[in-house]
């Protein structure tokens, strides 16, 4: 199980090139040696390739390697969302809460399809998060806008994992950091049994960086034999090394209204425009000790053959400068805590992204 995870998460920094429409992450070679029957190379290969299809299996493919790295990217911007703002919960003076976001490029219309080759790329982001409703102020108004109106958010999140699994190992650093304000175009109505958020219009800077190094073991063995009383013996063992680096930098302005039943459940949803800067940039390398030996009565004459595995690329993305996305999100209110599940949508791309948080607030 970890050994596909470490796969997984390998992907995150290789992407190799291929003539295919749909690249692979790993791919094996074999060089016969000399004299080597063509029955007997046209088996390796044929085993090579099952190592091969299980080493891709369910892994991410695209186009090309900067491919991937634009769907890192901008699933990196997408994860965001959601996580250091707030649409529906009533904040009166102060809101304290935790958040975590998930992006993603997938292909929909493939997935619907039922293709293997639907996700292109993925983003996380956390958040604690701080906000104020800067009614308290002894002043009415601020840069003309009205203090009653307005609310004012912080949010920032760290963290690092580092560590060995016997022959796998992975460091993983995020960091992220935002602040956000929201103003009532229109205020809330309406009472605690049906009630009317009002239009808000929200802005702010969303930064996220998150660096991947991960080293981990593709290993492989068979056996194959000729017509002379000859036996071809194969190993693999690959030590894929891999790195990514992704910094984006988001400002977002959006529009967004909710409604209430009952208190305890709130619906709310609107439309965004986001301003993004940022990259993501892809480090691969991959070591092998691998050989085919033959073994029998005229094996002297027979050089050895050997297996080559390849993922050795560097990748750039960046993120595409202007998203349009519609956000929807559902809320239970409790006395004092909100806990609230949120989707986002880019319109026209095939980004998606997910938020979930808890906030206490007064």
């Given at each position: 199980m970890f050994t596909r995870l470490m796969q997984l998460l390998t992907i995150l920094s290789l992407s190799l090139y291929s003539s295919?429409?749909?690249?692979?992450?790993?791919?094996?070679s074999f060089t016969p040696g000399a004299g080597t029957?063509?029955?007997?190379?046209?088996?390796?290969?044929?085993?090579?390739?099952?190592i091969e299809d299980d080493a891709n299996d369910g892994l991410p493919k695209?186009?090309?390697?900067?491919?991937?790295?634009?769907?890192?990217?901008?699933?990196?911007?997408?994860?965001?969302?959601g996580v250091g703002s707030d649409y529906a919960s009533g904040m009166r003076v102060i809101l304290i809460g935790a958040g975590v976001g998930?992006?993603?490029?997938?292909?929909?219309?493939?997935?619907?399809?039922?293709?293997?080759?639907?996700?292109?790329?993925?983003?996380?982001?956390?958040?604690?998060?701080?906000?104020?409703?800067?009614?308290?102020?002894?002043?009415?108004?601020?840069?003309?806008?009205?203090?009653?109106?307005?609310?004012?958010?912080l949010n920032f999140f760290s963290y690092t994992f580092d560590k060995n699994f016997g022959e796998n190992s992975a460091l993983f650093e995020t960091r992220s950091f935002g602040m956000h304000v929201s103003y009532d175009?229109?205020?809330?109505?309406?009472?605690?049994?049906?009630?009317?958020?009002?239009?808000?219009?929200?802005?702010?800077?969303?930064?996220?960086r998150l660096n991947l190094d991960l080293a981990g073991k593709i290993k492989g063995s068979f056996s194959e034999s000729d017509g002379a009383g000859n036996t071809y013996d194969g190993s693999l063992d690959a030590s894929p090394k891999g790195k990514v680096e992704i910094s984006t930098h988001s400002i977002p302005i959006e529009i967004s209204?909710?409604?209430?039943?009952?208190?305890?459940?709130?619906?709310?949803?609107?439309?965004?425009?986001?301003?993004?800067?940022?990259?993501?940039?892809?480090?691969?390398?991959?070591?092998?000790?691998?050989?085919?030996?033959?073994s029998g009565a005229t094996c002297g004459a027979i050089p050895d053959g050997t297996v080559t595995a390849i993922a050795d690329v560097d990748a750039d993305g960046s993120v595409n400068p202007f998203l349009f996305r519609g956000f929807a999100g559902l809320q239970l209110n409790l006395p004092f805590i909100r806990i609230y599940a949120q989707a986002n949508k880019?319109?026209?791309?095939?980004?998606?992204g997910a938020s979930v948080g808890l906030r206490l607030v007064y």
């Open positions: 295919d429409s749909s690249a692979k992450i790993f791919k094996l029957p063509p029955e007997v190379t046209d088996a390796i290969e044929s085993e090579l390739q099952k695209s186009n090309t390697p900067d491919e991937f790295m634009d769907g890192m990217a901008n699933s990196s911007v997408m994860s965001g969302k998930l992006g993603a490029a997938v292909d929909a219309e493939g997935a619907m399809k039922g293709g293997d080759s639907n996700f292109k790329g993925a983003g996380f982001q956390g958040g604690l998060i701080l906000g104020t409703h800067l009614g308290w102020l002894d002043t009415q108004k601020i840069m003309g806008l009205e203090t009653d109106r307005l609310n004012v958010y175009l229109i205020k809330p109505r309406g009472n605690i049994l049906l009630g009317w958020g009002g239009i808000k219009i929200h802005t702010g800077y969303e930064y996220n209204t909710s409604l209430q039943f009952l208190y305890f459940v709130s619906l709310y949803g609107g439309v965004g425009a986001d301003y993004n800067m940022g990259f993501a940039r892809g480090e691969a390398g991959f070591k092998t000790d691998s050989n085919i030996q033959c880019a319109i026209g791309q095939d980004l998606v």
